[in-house]
């Protein structure tokens, strides 16, 4: 049943993308994406605890016969990667109605189908074959929608810097192909070795190859101007299936391919935790200034992923430090966060599409849609945004709350190092949980609050279901989450040789590892909530009889001023964080003034601000500018003059009877 709903999902899609490109209005192209993604999260939930069956293909590539299987942490990913993917499909994007629909339908099938690929495929032929077909439907879906005029420059710095990445995975795969004698993941298994110097290399080279998706420096700096050429749509799809699929990658490779034991595996996880973490840091601040919905939700995407890759790094060294209690521990929590994400920031994304369908625009400024569309919407998005600023009760905190207990596990690694690459990590990761919660905050309550607005139209009746769904999902995973671990214990005894998710729970209550070191409950909270509320409710019922309340205007210096004109920006919420922290954001400000009627009349203030990239300037520049210079040297072997062209030919043939005389 199982094989044959992967069969499903994979056939709709296929059809679905030569579909989009034939039928003009793309009805039956989304319908059958729509249908692919239920036969997907279908198979998920039938697969939880054992994983897919293995499916050969009938295909050789090289020495490899291509298999499919998904295990259960891949299954986990995928299902809450294809959840918010569904409703996205079935609503109306950002493109418009007729070709731009197409090409975005196309787009998503083919990114689909490679992200599933990516979790399934067992041989590196395959695997990146598929990594490339993704990168080639995030593409088409930003070009194809049309949201923005030009997507094209933003589109090729994406590609470029994957492309720059799909190579570090081919050198790193190749190198342990030569050393394992197959391209089968199956034959790739170090683990049982102890750790060489080439360890470190083939991590890094995985690092920078999947963290290009992943968001790892300097690789999150093309996040925001891809997503800002899309639609929210695309950045769920992004954010979501993509973004778990690389991590599900970079995971593999680690905890599967390389070694647990010695010194260099031990060293190489703390590298990996250390980057993650930098990463995270200077993504949520970045996120922290953005103006733009897609913007600043793309790279708090990175942040989260980042922060997933350092609990990953934090699992190696965990195993490197013979704690696989500990070990799995953090393995299990990277899949909670990356659930929790996936379903919070999906919720996000279609309110960010529903914000622009309102007003025009992606724009972070008051516009009081919150009031003025349905009380669903309205708790669908406090729900995500909740979850992404790890407020409880909601899947963002307990996730971020099981990352803290598992780091304050490293204080029982017995190697120095290690432990003070675990607290660093947790001061990291602390800095970035309270930046996460101001950008949060900017962005719920400037974004959707305010006095009023004065547009006439409001979010459909789909659209706010949807994101109550969404919402509503995320506190469903929080609340459920002592059963929906159960989906992971195969997993984590496969991988780790020991049950974790056991030991994560002890009734209604969430652990780690022991009862006795912490605890929460959500599912007590919520049960616990709707009683307490009671006391302010009271409150509020009987003050009424005794006070009268009075709406006043807010008080700006005494003088009537309009709300709406003295509203708090998103400019003037950053603005203290851009200031104290200015040595990293590099901000510059530019003031013009125009005058009428002489130098003492002001007409017009101009006032523009940004915050400067980091590796924009110092590293990705000169590399264009080196590549263009060496462009142009070449450029000149286009002559057009033939004898130049037979004075090149008879070099090469003076070359190639040198080689042949003199080389044994």
């Given amino acids: 049943m199982q094989a044959d709903l992967l069969l499903a999902m994979a056939l709709l899609w296929i059809a679905s993308a030569l579909l989009a490109l034939l039928e003009w209005r793309g009805t039956l192209a989304r319908a059958g994406i729509a249908l692919g993604c239920l036969a997907g999260i279908a198979s998920a939930l039938a697969g939880f605890h054992a994983g897919s069956p293995s499916l050969p293909l009938g295909v050789h590539l090289s020495d490899a016969a291509v298999e499919f299987h998904l295990s259960t942490a891949a299954l986990w990913l995928m299902f809450f990667g294809l959840v918010p993917v569904f409703l996205a499909v079935l609503l109306r994007n950002g493109a418009a109605v007729g070709w731009p629909t197409r090409r975005w339908l196309a787009g998503v099938a083919l990114t689909l189908l490679g992200a599933v690929g990516v979790l399934g495929l067992q041989d590196a032929i395959s695997f990146l074959i598929a990594w490339e077909v993704m990168s080639l439907g995030g593409a088409a879906m930003v070009l194809g929608e049309g949201v923005s005029e030009r997507p094209g420059r933003p589109v090729l710095f994406m590609l470029s810097l994957l492309e720059v990445g799909v190579v570090a995975i081919l050198l790193a ?132 992923a980042c922060v997933a890759v350092a609990v990953l790094g934090a699992s190696w060294l965990f195993l490197a430090c013979g704690l696989p209690e500990q070990a799995a521990l953090a393995w299990v929590v990277c899949l909670l966060h990356l659930a929790a994400h996936s379903l919070a920031k999906g919720t996000l994304f279609l309110t960010a599409d529903g914000v ?127 059963w929906w671990m159960h989906a992971l214990a195969a997993g984590s005894s496969a991988a780790f040789g020991v049950n974790a998710t056991a030991d994560m729970r002890s009734g209604w209550l969430l652990v780690p590892l022991s009862n006795t070191f912490a605890f929460i409950s959500p599912t007590k909270m919520i049960l616990a909530s709707p009683v307490l509320a009671l006391i302010p409710v009271g409150l509020f019922l009987l003050s009424r009889r005794s006070l009268r309340f009075r709406r006043v205007p807010v008080w700006s210096g005494g003088r009537q001023e309009d709300a709406r004109r003295i509203a708090t920006t998103s400019l003037a919420f950053s603005n203290a964080l851009r200031t104290f922290y200015g040595f990293i954001y590099g901000p510059t400000h530019n003031l013009e003034r125009e005058y009428d009627h002489g130098p003492y009349f002001v007409k017009r203030l101009i006032f523009n601000q940004e915050v400067a990239p980091i590796f924009g300037p110092g590293l990705f520049s000169p590399i264009a500018r080196a590549v263009r210079k060496l462009a142009e040297a070449v450029s000149k072997l286009q002559s057009g003059y033939l004898n130049f062209y037979n004075a090149l030919i008879g070099l090469l043939l003076v070359l190639i009877l040198a080689l042949a005389l003199f080389y044994r």
């Fill in 356 to 482: 622009n369908s309102v007003t025009g625009s992606y724009t972070i400024r008051q516009t009081g849609l919150l009031r003025n569309n349905s009380a669903a919407f309205g708790i669908g998005a406090l729900f995500a945004a909740m979850s992404l600023a790890a407020l409880p009760p909601q899947a963002g905190f307990v996730s971020e709350w099981y990352i803290f207990q598992t780091l304050f596990h490293g204080m029982q690694v017995s190697v120095l190092a290690a432990r003070l690459t675990v607290t660093i990590a947790a001061a990291g990761l602390a800095l970035v949980a309270a930046v996460a919660l101001a950008t949060f905050a900017k962005l719920y309550g400037i974004g959707l609050l305010g006095d009023h607005h004065t547009h006439a139209r409001h979010f459909s009746a789909a659209r706010s279901t949807s994101i109550f769904l969404l919402g509503a999902l995320v506190l469903a995973l929080a609340v459920g989450m002592p």
């Fill in 173 to 304: 795969l190749l190198l342990i192909a030569s050393r394992t004698g197959s391209c089968e993941f199956a034959t790739f298994s170090l683990t049982h070795t102890v750790s060489t110097p080439g360890t470190l290399l083939f991590a890094l080279l995985l690092l920078f190859g999947f963290g290009a998706k992943l968001g790892i420096l300097p690789f999150y700096e093309w996040f925001p101007a891809a997503y800002g050429s899309g639609s929210g749509a695309t950045g769920l799809v992004f954010s979501g299936i993509v973004l778990n699929a690389a991590f599900f990658a970079l995971s593999r490779g680690i905890l599967e391919w390389f070694p647990r034991t010695g010194f260099w595996a031990m060293s190489s996880a703390g590298v990996i935790v250390l980057v993650g973490v930098a990463s995270a840091i200077l993504a949520i601040f970045n996120a922290f200034q953005e103006e733009d919905w897609r913007r600043m939700l793309s790279l708090s995407s990175a942040e989260n």
